[in-house]
């Protein structure tokens, strides 16, 4: 099966810098990765998602770019704001598995003032 | 619209004790899952259903079971509550159609705090 691996596990930046977080998935047939926001108590809310026939999406401070040669996925948040950290989850899913979400372990954010 | 509903928000078991948490979505998604999320582990799929009548293992199953009667309705049941299966639980829905052109977005529950003594 599927298997997300997400680095790094925690980061930590100062308020404006720029944060990356990057995923590596394992199934050559993912075609749909998703990255959800997690606050701490609540439930994840996508955030931003790509498909495997496009290699960058934007939306406003936060894009995603796909390599799919190196099978791998990247989460970029310009101009970090304090209500940015949260903790967040890369996922992967593979044609044909039946519609099943792999998570990566998640990264923490924590965006200082 | 609701969105995905859980019930309860807290449980606390003994163990051996059975239970059922309760996931209802009102957005007639076909695809609904749970999930069990424990610090440094993730989100991990327990089971999933594609549709009324269809059910299947995810990555940690043992000790749950579900059932699918209806679209709105995915009941996770508890069969003899271990330790083990203290945590978090999350059920998500989503569009297997993808409305407004595609969309793949699973939206999820508030969750259900569950703890095992």
């Known amino acids: 099966g599927e298997n997300v691996e997400q680095h790094p596990s925690t980061l930590s930046v100062q308020e404006g810098d720029s944060a990356v977080i990057k995923c590596t998935y394992s199934?050559?047939?993912?075609?749909?990765f998703p990255w959800y926001k997690q606050e701490l108590g609540k439930r994840p809310q996508l955030i931003i998602d790509i498909r495997s026939n496009v290699g960058e999406k934007k939306d406003q401070r936060i894009a995603v770019t796909l390599n799919k040669t190196a099978k791998h996925f990247s989460l970029h948040i310009t101009e970090t704001q304090p209500e940015d950290s949260a903790v967040y989850f890369c996922a992967a899913r593979p044609i044909g598995s039946n519609y099943k979400l792999t998570f990566g372990k998640g990264t923490l954010l924590t965006v200082n003032p | 619209n609701a969105g995905v509903t859980q019930t309860p928000k807290f449980q606390v078991l003994k163990t051996g004790q059975s239970m059922t948490l309760q996931c209802a979505q009102d957005?007639?998604?076909?695809?609904m899952s749970w999930y069990r999320q424990d610090p440094g582990m993730g989100l991990r799929l327990i089971h999933y259903?594609?549709?009324?009548?269809?059910?299947d293992q995810g990555e940690v199953p043992n000790g749950y079971n579900v059932s699918r009667s209806t679209t709105e309705d995915f009941p996770l049941r508890l069969l003899s509550a271990a330790p083990s299966q203290t945590s978090v639980y999350f059920c998500?829905?989503?569009?297997?159609?993808?409305?407004?052109?595609?969309?793949?977005?699973?939206?999820f529950g508030p969750g259900t705090r569950l703890t095992v003594t």
């Open positions: 259903s594609v549709g009324a009548g269809i059910t």
């Open positions: 957005m007639n998604h076909e695809y």
């Open positions: 199934d050559s047939a993912s075609n749909y």
């Open positions: 998500a829905s989503s569009s297997l159609a993808g409305g407004r052109g595609y969309s793949y977005e699973q939206y």
